[in-house]
């Protein structure tokens, strides 16, 4: 009884240190968000800086039009990310549906499709994307989502889907519900992490992308978050704590998307033993 409960005092430490890690460097950015503008980093941790200025966030509002910025980059990510979903369950779905040997070869193509760089496909999509008068508009951002984003997401989905029950599959089908249905009504309802899973990477992959808007759009007005950083590091590289103002504006969705759907990735019986919750 007692090793049970070094080991789960030795676990729990283990898993704070790890915590600590990540969740320290996102205080340090805040304090350093509210430092007076103009100074320079501190040399050691400071907690919170002796003076707190808040109007830095206004700040950075004036300086450059954040809030369009803002609004560009939520666009994206509430049309990308849906049509994420769609797509790359679908993918999946009918992967999980194939003939085992049809699985095995088409599972090995879309993990080498993962070790294909980003890089290399930067030319082919703006020939694309020029062909179809796609540059310079948003939409240039969201195509990506129509062959669902990744093909990781792809995977994840055909691992959930390859799970399910067979019966409950050809039931359906002898109950006369089509593909569609059968993936609407049978496989979402029961692939709940994998979803939320996927919603959140492909919210941070579209939310924090910098490279896509600044290859494929020209006009300022479409420039997303990531860009708008930039703009702003340009203007005054020194000045610090403005730049850690505009880190907290760019990070605090993705936090709070994390705290808010966190709990979903544990299983059912794991939730009971925080908080009864």
């Known amino acids: 009884m007692k090793l049970e409960t070094l080991n789960s005092k030795l676990r729990q430490l283990v898993a704070l240190t790890v915590a600590a890690l990540f969740v320290l460097p996102l205080l340090l950015v805040l304090t350093?968000?509210?430092?007076?503008?103009?100074?320079?980093?501190?040399?050691?941790?400071?907690?919170?800086?002796?003076?707190?200025?808040?109007?830095?966030?206004?700040?950075?509002?004036?300086?450059?039009?954040?809030?369009?910025?803002?609004?560009?980059?939520?666009?994206?990510?509430?049309?990308?990310?849906?049509?994420?979903?769609?797509?790359?369950?679908?993918?999946?779905?009918?992967?999980?549906?194939?003939?085992?040997?049809?699985?095995?070869?088409?599972?090995?193509?879309?993990?080498?499709?993962?070790?294909?760089?980003?890089?290399?496909?930067?030319?082919?999509?703006?020939?694309?994307?020029?062909?179809?008068?796609?540059?310079d508009t948003l939409w240039a951002l969201i195509a990506p989502a129509l062959m669902g984003t990744s093909p990781l997401f792809v995977l994840l989905f055909y691992w959930t889907f390859r799970r399910l029950p067979q019966e409950l599959i050809a039931s359906a089908r002898i109950d006369g519900a089509g593909v569609l249905r059968t993936w609407a009504t049978i496989a979402m309802p029961l692939a709940r992490s994998t979803i939320i899973a996927v919603s959140v990477l492909s919210f941070v992959s579209y939310w924090s992308d910098f490279i896509n808007p600044l290859l494929y759009l020209k006009t300022q007005r479409y420039y997303t978050l990531p860009v708008g950083l930039q703009f702003l590091q340009q203007m005054d590289r020194t000045n610090w704590p403005l730049l850690m103002a505009a880190s907290v504006v760019m990070v605090g969705p993705v936090v709070l998307l994390f705290l808010l759907t966190q709990r979903y990735f544990w299983p059912d019986g794991r939730l009971t033993g925080f908080g009864g919750r």
């Open 32 to 135: 350093a968000s509210l430092r007076q503008p103009g100074l320079p980093p501190p040399r050691t941790i400071e907690w919170l800086p002796p003076v707190m200025t808040w109007g830095n966030y206004r700040t950075i509002f004036q300086l450059v039009p954040l809030g369009r910025y803002i609004a560009n980059s939520a666009i994206v990510v509430a049309l990308a990310v849906p049509i994420t979903l769609v797509t790359a369950s679908w993918a999946g779905f009918a992967l999980a549906q194939l003939h085992a040997r049809w699985q095995r070869t088409l599972v090995v193509f879309t993990s080498a499709l993962l070790l294909v760089p980003s890089t290399a496909l930067w030319l082919t999509r703006y020939v694309l994307f020029s062909y179809l008068l796609l540059t």
